[in-house]
């Protein structure tokens, strides 16, 4: 069994909403084979944004009593936090395995799971690419069917290249929560990029078609069988958001997410979920924040750095 020790900072932060029930351990889903990797990062990312910005300068002080070898050593710190910020930006595409819930598709999009109760799950998401197109209808189902077609085109050579892209697993339907009877909504689908055209994906040739990115996130997970449809999707969200407000969860009620991993030709074992987003800008106004200080200092010490004559 592999270790859970690199998402130990995002277990500890959601103790809250995972002690609404028993969390259990288990095997990681369709993770990085670069595993030590994410325990540096995580570890890294949660040490670095849990000090004070007056002791984490203090705790980083040179010892060196040479200018230069000062400089460099907190640009070396500088740096480091630069390049935990850039590994936030990595896609989190890959190869399906046995135990994902991709089981028609040869790429899925990969997560770290943080805990999970009966209820739920809280899971961690990296950047990802989408290619997404619009519909409005008064119900789900029929907009969904003619968003899906649109993007099935796209992915079968309706771009610039006339490149036919694999299909991937999941496909992602985003719902609003705020919804008037009688009255169109707009839904909006996306399908999950290769990891061969996350950086450079063709471009569209219809231009309801476009590209969705998806930053570093946080998301709460209520998975369900049987088939996505109006009455099953609102039901499973409504439980789900149930039991974060019990928690006392901070998540975007503004839309939610039906998640689908299996074809519509798969009729038995069919993996479905509900996913709601974690608002959570603390912690990254909080590293952007010891970034900021930690250049100023560098800046007051080493004048020659800002010196452009």
Avoid at 15 to 31: D, G, I, N, Q
Avoid at 156 to 184: S, Y
Avoid at 281 to 309: G, M, R, W
């Amino acid at each position: 069994m592999q270790s859970y020790e690199g998402v130990s900072g995002h277990r500890q932060q959601h103790s809250t909403v995972c002690a609404a029930a028993r969390t259990t351990r288990r095997p990681p889903v369709t993770l990085r084979e670069d595993r030590w990797f994410h325990k540096q990062h995580y570890a890294g990312y949660k040490a670095a944004t849990s000090l004070n910005p007056p002791h984490f300068a203090s705790h980083f002080r040179p010892e060196s009593t040479t200018p230069k070898a000062n400089c460099f050593r907190m640009a070396g710190v500088a740096g480091l936090l630069v390049m935990l910020l850039m590994a936030a930006a990595e896609a989190s595409v890959g190869s399906s395995n046995s135990s994902s819930f991709c089981t028609e598709t040869e790429e899925c999009l990969l997560f770290e799971p943080v805990c999970k109760t009966e209820e739920y799950e809280v899971r961690h998401y990296d950047p990802a690419r989408w290619v997404s197109t619009d519909a409005e209808s008064l119900f789900m189902e029929v907009g969904t069917t003619v968003a899906y077609r649109r993007l099935f085109k796209y992915i079968t050579g309706a771009n610039e290249d006339g490149v036919k892209i694999n299909m991937t697993a999941p496909i992602l339907i985003k719902i609003p929560e705020e919804k008037r009877k009688w009255k169109a909504t707009v839904y909006t689908l996306s399908f999950l990029l290769p990891s061969a055209y996350q950086e450079n994906p063709p471009k569209p040739t219809n231009e309801k078609v476009y590209f969705t990115d998806m930053s570093d996130m946080t998301v709460y997970v209520r998975s369900y069988g049987g088939w996505i449809l109006s009455v099953t999707s609102g039901l499973h969200s409504h439980l789900l958001r149930k039991d974060l407000n019990g928690a006392q969860a901070s998540y975007n009620n503004s839309y939610n997410y039906a998640v689908g991993y299996d074809s519509p030709m798969k009729l038995l074992h069919r993996h479905n979920e509900v996913c709601r987003i974690e608002e959570v800008v603390e912690e990254q106004v909080k590293l952007l924040y010891v970034l900021s200080v930690c250049l100023s200092i560098i800046i007051k010490t080493c004048p020659f750095l800002a010196d452009t004559n």
